[in-house]
């Protein structure tokens, strides 16, 4: 080691503490070498500090005030990465005025599943849309100085047994699904840390898994940053640093183990000191991060300061609420409602509101909006307000309150209902069981609608729920999700039309459970998930097979209307360079400002593999006056029209016809075009497990078994003998094993190996 390396100047012990952590919170100090400690604390939604010094515990519900923005499900309805940036950069503010130095978020893992009990904390179920919003998520809280932890890698996709269970995951799927949006944070994002998760992914702990932290993230993506471990996911040390896991999260007191493994010659040494100089930069990164902080505003944080991130929750939450349906009653969509308008609110949700997740992402909000309260300031003090039903009270007792508000509705006037899922419906921990609401308030709904034909649904939830056993007859829906601490004034700025909603789903709302991807292999059984559905997860399912959802991915009403139109495609480059450019022009046809997503998808027209009908490869928003027209330009890259090929182990564009469509959801497309892609021709080696069919359309392999075989032609011209492999076949024919040996030598020229092109 050279003389000013900062490890040379630990002992082994003082290595092993540094690799994990003092306390629930805090990395470990070593004084005597001058490395102090910094603070990790949670924060998806908003910061979540254990109050007091100890840092012994997790601190449930003891987190110090700071501002409760919308959960990642809204914030993945936005399609905003601005809004996504700033959130993100205030959440980080508040952190360094508490001195914490990385914020564990974001999570950018996919929604396989809508049972899964932490859908609230994740983005989205599509990779390229989670990989653009985490990615914003991590330049929001770096760009102020206080680093991400992009979570929870890999494929954590149930809180059932989430600890011990394997997800057994092909390597395409992999690379596809579920670490596309890590691999764009990490590529282009420079997160601080990457945090790896509890499960097993084909059998090995994330935490061990050398392919994952060493192949894949660091020597295929770059990433130099610090690899830690979620809270308890590390059950060996030394296999846990072997494989990549650079600091084990909270302390065990097992560094002695890590001594005894380099002792005993089982872990190298070089091995802990690869991880400890990563985490004395991180630290070090940290240090000079907060060099500018004035110790005496430390632990504070402006009252001008707080209000303007209550604003920015309540714009966050406008931002992602979903209007799913708003049908004409009378002549005119429901909504918006002006502010004359005879008014009457039901629902237990609407003065005990729930507005975020339960787990380790529960913030301590500096201040709540409910909604009642919201409500009667536009509506008037005097606006009628019936509970319909309780949280956590008796059959008897719905039914009594139902009754009122039934009763309540058949006046003249319309009526917001606030419905949603209790705190015992969804959590960290453990996983949903199916996706209807409580059936008194499926009862009550049913009932409002056949008492009144105005009837607005707001819903607090986050993950989705089917709706198809009440919505029929309800003429607006609105998805207000888990909207943060400023839900109420949100959803009064939406429902009078003093703000429009702009959010759009970023995940399938389906008719049935029975109808989802996973449906056969959710959670798991016997410690292993089996991702059976491959690459066709969320919308890819529906539409390869054809099964229509509720609300497809990436639908979303206003109260405008907008045309899209004049699409054009223009394509250059090849292979991993080509690129495309593509233009629409978008109207707003309506009589009010409104805002558009504009959302590209493309479609492999020659694929050699299974694909997916549509994936999303582009989207952007933009705001409208009426009658105003803008043009739209999108930037695609290779990776747009890539596949990761299962038997080359990379990503590959090959040439061929693709079209690229625009549209206002997957299931909404407004134009298409297709174009030509000069890809790279890809030839896949040949081996004597390769069959005669495939010997025989190879140009290399095809003439050499011709050969070999007088000609060849009886052997493709036969269905069966085409699809024999050619070692088989040789032995079946008395045709030397060498001879195959050297048809297979002669077919893979070294010079083209595994990636030989034609």
Known sequence: MRTGDPV??????????????????HTQPVEEAGVAAIMLADGPTGLRKQAGESGLSLGMGQSVPATCFPTATTLGSSWDPDLVERVAAAIAREARAEGVSVVLAPGVNIKRSPLCGRNFEYLSEDPYLSGELGLAFVRGLQTQGVGASVKHFAANNAETDRMRLSADVDERTLHEIYLAAFERVVTAGDPWTVMASYNKINGTYATENAWLLRDVLR????????????????????AALRGGTDL?????????????????????????????????????????AA?????????????????????????????????????????????????????????????????????????NPTQVDVPLDALRATWGDDLPFEPGYTLDGTPEEDRTLRAAAVEAARADRTVVCLLG????????GYDRTHLDLPPAQVELVQELVAANP???VVLANGGIITPVAWSREVPALLEAWLAGQAVGSAIADLLSGRAEPTGR??????????????????????????????????????????????YPFGHGLGYTTFAQGDLAVDVAGEGDEVRATVSVTVTNTGSRTGTEVVQVYVSDLESPVARPERELKGFARVTLDPGASQRVVLELGPRAFAYWHPVLRRWVVEPGTFTVSIGASSADLRRSVTVTVEGTRVRTPLSAESTVAEWSADPVGGPLLARAFGGGAALTDNPMAAEVPLGVLAGLAGFPRANVDVLVDAANPDDEGDDATR
């Open 421 to 428: 899922l209790p705190e015992s419906y969804e959590s960290e």
């Open 8 to 25: 040379a100047r630990l002992t082994l012990e003082q290595k092993a503490s540094l690799t994990s952590g003092s306390d629930f919170w």
């Open 291 to 363: 060099g500018d902080d004035d110790p005496d505003e430390k632990n504070t944080f402006s009252e001008e300061a707080r209000l303007s991130h209550h604003e920015l929750a309540r714009e966050a939450a406008v931002a992602g609420s979903v209007l799913l349906k708003n049908d004409p009653v009378g002549g005119a969509p429901l909504l918006p409602l002006s502010e004359s308008a005879d008014v009457l609110v039901v629902g237990e949700l609407a003065r005990t509101p729930r507005f975020q997740g339960s787990g380790s992402s529960r913030v």
């Open 505 to 550: 789903l970023a995940e399938t709302i389906p008719f049935r459970l029975e109808d989802t991807p996973a449906y056969l292999d959710f959670p798991g059984h016997l410690g292993h998930s089996r991702y059976g559905e491959g690459v066709f997860v969320g919308y890819r399912y529906y539409d390869v097979k054809h099964i229509p959802p509720a």
């Open 248 to 288: 084990a999260m909270p302390p065990f007191g097992d560094d002695d183990t890590v001594v005894d493994a380099v002792h005993a010659g089982t872990l190298s040494e070089s091995v802990v000191d690869e991880a400890v100089r990563r985490v004395l930069a991180l630290v070090a990164r940290a240090g000079a």
């Open 219 to 238: 020597d295929t993506w770059g990433f130099d940053g610090v690899v830690v471990s979620d809270w308890g996911a590390v059950h060996d040390r030394a």
């Open 454 to 456: 105005r009837v607005v």
